[in-house]
T-cell receptor, first 114, second 112 residues
Framework: NAGVTQTPKFQVLKTGQSMTLQCAQD?????MSWYRQDPGMGLRLIHYSVGAGITDQGEVPNGYNVSRSTTEDFPLRLLSAAPSQTSVYFCASRARGVMNTEAFFGQGTRLTVV | TQLLEQSPQFLSIQEGENLTVYCNSSSVFSSLQWYRQEPGEGPVLLVTVVTGGEVKKLKRLTFQFGDARKDSSLHITAAQPGDTGLYLCAGARTAAGNKLTFGGGTRVLVKP
């Protein structure tokens, strides 16, 4: 089972460049989220979605855009990369449930902005 | 400032010792989860606690949810090198849990 697939695994960008981090899940989960993880730290929520066509901001949304045109895909766009966006990015998906459900994570995208 | 504060940030112990990791908040959560993350991987769920005062055991790991649903703890008995990793608590404010936020993590190193 593929689960949550993130591409690319590694990326180096120059300051000011834009790019899209891809995330796809094959579990038909309604909820999807993007997090960033800085060295030695926990995960901070960037944006999340509760279904196709519905997105909302998390704790650190500035400099990032998302869209959710299908249940399967949830791409994260960096509009104009800055060195402060150097981080590891994780995409997660969860099923909708009566109570909090398990989050399944991709393997992450390690992004360096120079 | 994160909504969920974990302590300590780093813990280094010898194999066979016990350890406890704490997750605290000033807010009430409908449920709390604990995840473990190994280098180069995404976090993996260990447990979900939903009832105030709840205690769950997973082999040598014991998880507790505070009575007021504002805090949780993870206790590992007789730690082994395989327990090494980053432990993360995560909480959802609503029962539906559509917005999951994480604590800062506790890095545990168990030395043989």
């Amino acid at each position: 089972n593929a689960g949550v697939t993130q591409t690319p695994k590694f990326q180096v960008l120059k300051t000011g460049q834009s790019m899209t981090l891809q995330c796809a899940q094959d579990m038909n989960h309604e909820y999807m989220s993007w997090y960033r993880q800085d060295p030695g730290m926990g995960l901070r929520l960037i944006h999340y979605s509760v279904g196709a066509g519905i997105t909302d901001q998390g704790e650190v949304p500035n400099g990032y855009n998302v869209s959710r045109s299908t249940t399967e895909d949830f791409p994260l766009r960096l509009l104009s990369a800055a060195p402060s966006q150097t981080s590891v990015y994780f995409c997660a998906s969860r099923a909708r449930g009566v109570m909090n459900t398990e989050a399944f994570f991709g393997q992450g995208t390690r992004l360096t902005v120079v | 400032t994160q909504l969920l504060e974990q302590s300590p940030q780093f813990l280094s112990i010898q194999e066979g010792e016990n350890l406890t990791v704490y997750c605290n908040s000033s807010s009430v959560f409908s449920s709390l989860q604990w995840y473990r993350q190994e280098p180069g991987e995404g976090p993996v769920l260990l447990v979900t606690v939903v009832t105030g005062g709840e205690v769950k055991k997973l082999k040598r790991l014991t998880f507790q949810f505070g009575d007021a649903r504002k805090d949780s703890s993870l206790h590992i008995t007789a730690a082994q090198p395989g327990d090494t990793g980053l432990y993360l608590c995560a909480g959802a404010r609503t029962a539906a849990g559509n917005k999951l936020t994480f604590g800062g993590g506790t890095r545990v190193l168990v030395k043989p």
